[in-house]
């Protein structure tokens, strides 16, 4: 198993400054992956964080606005930069396997 | 693509009613497929899972479902309801190519006194 310790929880930010959002996993893992959920709807991926290369991207999401980091196994972040009021969302952070899956608690950001 | 459909944004049922979330998923394999609970202001908790062991799966709160392979199905059920079942739930499919989870728009469950 794993544990995930994400922070901030929650964060209320000025339009047009970003936010990084840190994921510490107890143990080294080779998957690490960003979701979004807007107010009232599902879990969209945004990418996948690769250890020593550039993250994957889903479509709709790109590098300029969510950069992320994955400097080692065991850590990652991702920015949401230059934000907006429609950037308002929870972010998670998530690790697995086809068994098993962990998540951070959240960050719940609203953007004023 | 692989995808999961949710059938109904939103089910009430009354307290004592049998509960059942739909589930469909398209895969051309079989999946390894997820239902979670999120309560008001909470993260993700796991209910259940199948991973291609039994097809009827037990998960916490006395929810289960059933994976039907003939109609790509995955439906969560629950006897009787309780008001404390009151919460958004989705069901989700392990995408194998990415190694992440997909997951359905979600159904809200209401639960009536």
């Known amino acids: 198993s794993a544990v995930i310790s994400q922070k901030p929880s929650r964060d209320i930010c000025q339009r047009g400054t970003s936010l990084t959002i840190q994921c510490q996993v107890d143990s080294q893992v080779t998957m690490m992956f960003w979701y979004r959920q807007q107010p009232g709807q599902s879990l969209t991926l945004i990418a996948t964080a690769n250890q020593g290369s550039e993250a994957t991207y889903e479509s709709g999401f790109v590098i300029d606005k969510f950069p992320i980091s994955r400097p080692n196994l065991t850590f990652s972040t991702l920015t949401v930069s230059n934000m907006s009021p429609e950037d308002s969302s929870i972010y998670l952070c998530?690790?697995?396997?086809?068994?098993?899956?962990?998540f951070g608690q959240g960050t719940r950001l609203t953007v004023v | 693509a692989q995808s999961v459909t949710q059938l109904g944004s939103h089910v009430s049922v009354s307290e004592g009613a049998l509960v059942l979330l739909r589930c469909n998923y398209s895969?051309?394999?079989?999946?390894?497929l997820f239902w979670y609970v999120q309560y008001p202001n909470q993260g993700l908790q796991l209910l259940l899972k199948?991973?291609?062991?039994?097809?009827l799966v037990k998960g916490i709160n006395g929810f289960e479902a059933e994976f039907k392979k003939s109609e790509t199905s995955f439906h969560l059920t629950k006897p009787s309801a309780h008001m404390s079942d009151a919460a958004e739930y989705f069901c989700a499919a392990y995408r194998r190519s990415q190694g992440n989870l997909i997951f359905g728009k979600g159904t809200k469950l209401s639960v009536k006194p």
């Open positions: 199948y991973t291609s062991a039994a097809t």
């Open positions: 895969s051309s394999v079989p999946p390894y």
């Open positions: 998530n690790t697995g396997s086809n068994t098993e899956a962990f």
